[in-house]
Nanobody
Framework: QVQLVESGGGLVQAGGSLRLSCAAS????????MGWYRQAPGKQRELVAR???????TYADSVKGRFTISRDNAENTVYLQMNSLKPEDTAVYYCHAFIVIITTRREYSYWGQGTQVTVSS
């Protein structure tokens, strides 16, 4: 009933930039938190950044000053602008959202399928 579709991953050299997008669609009444997580090989999934519907943001210490999260509430879309990328940013990036669906007016957790970001040195 609800889908999160990511785009924008790819291969970039260290110091470069990428912009990830994630669009939510389906049976949506409202969206509270939207965010990005990442998982590198052999490591646990970790929070990168998240943003509330009011625009309050939270960032992992490792990306502060380099990454910027934003959202378009009208389009149910969240973005992650990644600048000054480092090889250690290489991971699969997952979009996540807490979404209230129309039919039940209850909140559920949803994940995107993931997009690969590879930063070469």
């Amino acid at each position: 009933q609800v889908q999160l579709v990511e785009s924008g991953g790819g291969l970039v050299q260290a110091g470069g930039s990428l912009r990830l997008s994630c669009a939510a669609s389906g049976n949506i009444f409202s969206i509270n938190f939207m965010g990005w997580y990442r998982q590198a090989p052999g490591k646990q999934r970790e929070l990168v950044a998240r943003i509330t519907s009011g625009g309050t943001t939270t960032y992992a210490d490792s990306v502060k000053g380099r990454f910027t999260i934003s959202r378009d509430n009208a389009e149910n879309t969240v973005y992650l602008q990644m600048n000054s990328l480092k090889p250690e940013d290489t991971a699969v990036y997952y979009c996540h959202a807490f979404i209230v669906i129309i039919t039940t007016r209850r909140e559920y957790s949803y994940w995107g399928q993931g997009t690969q970001v590879t930063v070469s040195s």
